[in-house]
C-alpha cells in the first residue's frame, strides 16, 4: 500500500457489499414501485444476504480458522471484519423483517393477497391443511429423535429445520426431550390454499406454519412442548485443485460437498428457548455473534415464488416490448445485415436480445458457415443459442465452446452443458487453469467467396436470453477485420498453448486491461496539470482494486473530473478535501440490474470510449480471462455516452450518492425538479 493512500481512505469490501443490501431493501420500501416488485426486492435483499454468507464471510472464517489474517486495503483484519459484519448485518435482517410483517404484509392484505398466520385458520382452512398435511408433507418428514444412537445430523445448507422439545417416552422408553425435523427441499415454502375456503384466490400459508401445527403427528405418544424453526448457512465457496487431471470430474465431486461445508450463520426463530438456541450453537461451532434470531419464516427470499404465483399485472412492472437496432427484421440474412451495418449495437434489456440469438442460429444452419466459437459463462437452462450450437455440431461445422465450468452456483448447468456439446461433436475447452472465462465473445467463421470472412459478438453480459430481459448490457456485432483477429487470436489463447498474442484493438485481462486503465487514468491527469480539460466517466458493478483506486486519487489530486456509477462493491471514499473532491460516485438501482460495463476517458477531446465483461475488481484484472472493446464510430460513441452517463447522472429516482463515510444518500427530485428515472426513459426512448 502507498504510504501516500493511508487505509483510512478505502472502504472495506464486506462493509460495502452490506451497504448495497441495504440499497435493495430500500426499493421494498418505496411505494412508488409496484408492491409486488416490492416484495421481490425484499426476496432479493436476502438471498444476496445468503450468498454473501456463504462466499464472503465464509472466506474470512477460513482465514481466521488457519491463521492467515492479512489486513484488506482499509487496514481491517479478518476478525475486525467479521465482527463488523455481524454488526451490520444484525441490522439489516432485522430491518427485512420489520419491512415484511410491518409493511409489506398489510400492504398485501389491502390487495386481497393474503399470509395466514395459524392463529387466523377458520375451521375449514384447518381441516383443509391437516389433509394437505397428511397427504403431502407427512411422508416426506423424517424426525430424528436426538439420542446416543443418533446424534445431531449435518444440516443441509439453507434448508428449513425445526428443532422440537418433546415430553414423554416414546415405544423404547426414549426421553431424550428433543428431536429435529428436516423439510426436504422438494417442498414448496408457501401453500395457495383453495379459492372455496379462502378470503381471496391469493392467500397463502407458510410450509413452517403447516409443520409447527402438526409436529406432534410425527412423534406419536408424546408431547411437544415447543418447536422452532432454524438454518444454517455453510461455506459455499468450491475449492478444485489447479492439478487436477479432469477439470470436469473434480468439480463434480466438489459439488457434492457444497451442501455441507463448514457453519457460517445460525438463524433461528426469536422466540426459541435459550438452551436449545445454545444448544445449536455448540452443535454448529459457531459464536453468539453468528446467531440471528428472524420473527418469520427464516428464509424470506423463497417467497419470491408468490411474485410469479399471483397474477396481477398492476401490482408489477409493466411489460415492455423490447426495440431492435436500426432497419433489423427478424427473418432477414443476418450476415447480410452486419455486413451493411458495419457495427451494430444493442443495449439490452431496453433492445431485443434477438440478434444475438439469430446470429447463432443462422450460422448453426447458414452452409456457408465453417465454424462457430463462443464463451460461455451463463446461459440458462432452456438456451436457444446452446441448442443452435448442438445443431451446429451435429451438421458438422467446427463448433468450439469455451465454457466456465466454475461460474458460481451454475456449475451443475454448465457441466451438463459442456457434456452435451460434446456428446453432439462440438469441442469443449474449460478456459485456461487458474483464471476463470468470463470474457463475452462470439466468432463466426464463414466463406464469402474466396475469402474466409469474420464475424463478432462482443458484450459485457452473458449469453443468457433470462438475464437479458432484467440485466442491462450492451452488446456489439461486427464484421470490423480487427476485432475478428483480435478475438480470433484470444481463442487461440484459451483453446491452445503459447505466449500472450497482441492484439490491434481490444484489450483482455489478465495481459493489457489493467495496464491500460492506469495508462488511461495518468494521460487524463497529465491533461489536467497542463491546464486541459480532463473527464474520466466509469460504469461498473464493483470498483475495489487498490492501483485503480490509487490512480484515481491522483487524477482527482491533479484536478481530473471523475464520475463514476458503480451499482455495487466501492472501495472509494470519495469528496475528501485534497484528495478526492473531484470524485463523484452514485449508485443506481432500480426495475433493472445495472450490469453495462462501461470506461470512457476525454483524452483531450479524442475520447476514448471502452465496452467490458470486467468490473475493476483484482479478480478480473488478474484472475480472469476478460475482454474488452473500444468504441470507435462516432454516431454509436455519442449514443452510449448518452444512454450510459448522460441519462443516469442525471437520474433523482434511483440514484444513491456515495458519501466519504462509507454509507449512501438516496437521490430525490426537489418540489421544483421533473422527476427522471434513467430505467423509464430508456424504455421510452428504445421501445419498439
Known sequence: MSSEFTPDLFINRELSNLQFNRRVLELSQDTSVPLLERLRFMCISCSNLDEFFEVRAARLKQQQMHNIDPQDPAGMSAAQQLEAISKEAHSLVKEQYIVFNQQLIP????????????SAWTEQQSNWLNNHFKRELAPLLSPLGLDHAHPFPRILNKSL??????????????????????????????????????????????????????????????????????????????????????????????????NYGDEVRLEVADDIQPRLKNYLVEKCRLDEQDVYPVNGPVNLSRLAAVVDMVD????????????????????????????????????????????????????????????????????????????????????????????ELRARFDEEANIALATRLQDAGAYVAYGVVGHKTHAKMTLVVRRQGRRLKRFVHLGTGNYHAGTAKAYTDYGMLSDDSALGSDVHRLFLQLTGLGKSLN?????????????????????????????????????????????????????SQAGVKIELIVRGVCGIRPGIKGVSENIHIRSIMGRFLEHTRVFYFYNDGEENLYCASADWMGRNFFKRIESCFPVEQYALKRRIIKETF??????NCQSWVLKSNGTYKRVKPSKRAKPRNAHEILIEMMQG
Open 312 to 403: 396481477r399485472p398492476e401490482l408489477k412492472f409493466p411489460a415492455i416490448r423490447p426495440g431492435f437496432p436500426e432497419d433489423f427484421v427478424t427473418d432477414q440474412d443476418i450476415f447480410d445485415y452486419i455486413s451493411d451495418k458495419r457495427y451494430v449495437l444493442m443495449h439490452h434489456p431496453y433492445q431485443s436480445f434477438d440478434p444475438v440469438v439469430n446470429l447463432v442460429q443462422q450460422a448453426a444452419v447458414d452452409k456457408k458457415v465453417v465454424a462457430i466459437k463462443m464463451t460461455l459463462y451463463r446461459t440458462g437452462s432452456k438456451s436457444q443459442i446452446a441448442d443452435a450450437l448442438v445443431a451446429a455440431a451435429r451438421a458438422g461445422k467446427e463448433v468450439t465452446a469455451v465454457i
Open 107 to 118: 400492504e398485501l392484505e389491502a390487495e386481497n393477497i393474503h399470509f395466514l398466520r395459524r
Open 161 to 258: 429445520n425445526f428443532i422440537v422439545q418433546l415430553e414423554g417416552k416414546d415405544a423404547f422408553g426414549r426421553d431424550s426431550g428433543m428431536a429435529i425435523v428436516q423439510a426436504p427441499r422438494a417442498l414448496p415454502r408457501i401453500i395457495r390454499l383453495p379459492e372455496e375456503i379462502s378470503p381471496s384466490p391469493d392467500t397463502f400459508v407458510f410450509l413452517s406454519s403447516v409443520i409447527h401445527a402438526h409436529v406432534d403427528d410425527l412423534f406419536p405418544g408424546m408431547t411437544s412442548l415447543g418447536s422452532y424453526q432454524f438454518r444454517v448457512t455453510r461455506n459455499s465457496d468450491l475449492f478444485v485443485s489447479e492439478e487436477a487431471d479432469d477439470l470436469m470430474l473434480a468439480l463434480k465431486g466438489e459439488l457434492l460437498s457444497r
Open 646 to 651: 448522460t441519462t443516469h447522472l442525471r437520474d
Open 503 to 555: 492484439l490491434k484493438k481490444m484489450l483482455s485481462a489478465p495481459f493489457t486491461l489493467h495496464s491500460s486503465m492506469v495508462k488511461f487514468i495518468r494521460h487524463e491527469a497529465e491533461h489536467a496539470r497542463a491546464g486541459r480539460k480532463a473527464l474520466i466517466r466509469a460504469k461498473m458493478n464493483s470498483l475495489i482494486e487498490p492501483k485503480i483506486i490509487e490512480e484515481l486519487y491522483k487524477a
